[in-house]
T-cell receptor, first 114, second 114 residues
């Protein structure tokens, strides 16, 4: 059974710092791993999707890495800004009964202090 | 290209009532998945619809049911509402091509059960 864990549950840092969010998964046989951003009470915005054959993906100030053998992914945010404050979720897809479902971690609530 | 839309945005119901939530999939997508997200938790998979048939379900009771229409839009119906059904309900659409497929999320419907 695939389980996804995100540590820490909450993180507060001053503006301008570089930071790393962690995601771990128990079954290394994954198709891909996706990082999402969620603002309070809102839907999910996809940030980065890393295919199982890739080791990292970059978008602007965001860089996500994937190490399947250790069951870990990290999301690196450079030069953090108050607008980066949100909850960050990672998810991996599994196939059940012919359907693809995403298994999510519980998220890391990030606060960037001006 | 039109993204995933959901209606209504917010809904308040009382225990025992029934509710219908609606989702319009992104243009070109043929698969819709529904997720329930309780406060402070990651989204949990409810079920997925492909070609108007349910093709996978998570650990949710039968009072959670759905429909998919020929235009690939979808409804989530919940009967005999319970207090614990209070959550953000997220719809995601994707283009089924076998294997894993990237899912795109709507803004969600916030359901409060009193």
């Amino acid at each position: 059974k695939q389980e996804v864990t995100q540590i820490p549950a909450a993180l507060s840092v001053p503006e301008g710092e570089n930071l790393v969010l962690n995601c771990s998964f128990t079954d290394s046989a994954i198709y891909n791993l996706q990082w999402f951003r969620q603002d309070p009470g809102k839907g999910l915005t996809s940030l980065l999707l890393i295919q199982s054959s890739q080791r990292e993906q970059t978008s602007g100030r965001l860089n996500a890495s994937l190490d399947k053998s250790s069951g870990r992914s990290t999301l690196y945010i450079a030069a953090s800004q108050p607008g980066d404050s949100a909850t960050y979720l990672c998810a991996v897809p599994i196939i059940i009964q012919g359907a693809q479902k995403l298994v999510f971690g519980q998220g890391t609530r990030l606060t960037i202090n001006p | 290209e039109t993204g995933v839309t959901q209606s209504p945005t917010h809904l308040i119901k009382t225990r025992g009532q029934q509710v219908t939530l609606r989702c319009s999939s992104q243009s070109g997508h043929n698969t819709v998945s529904w997720y329930q997200q309780a406060l402070g938790q990651g989204p949990q998979f409810i079920f997925q619809y492909y070609r108007e048939e349910e093709n996978g379900r998570g650990n949710f009771p039968p009072r959670f049911s759905g429909l998919q229409f020929p235009n690939y839009s979808s409804e989530l119906n919940v009967n005999a509402l319970e207090l614990d059904d209070s959550a953000l309900y997220l719809c995601a659409s994707s283009l089924w091509r076998g294997g894993e497929n990237e899912q795109f999320f709507g803004p969600g419907t916030r359901l409060t059960v009193l």
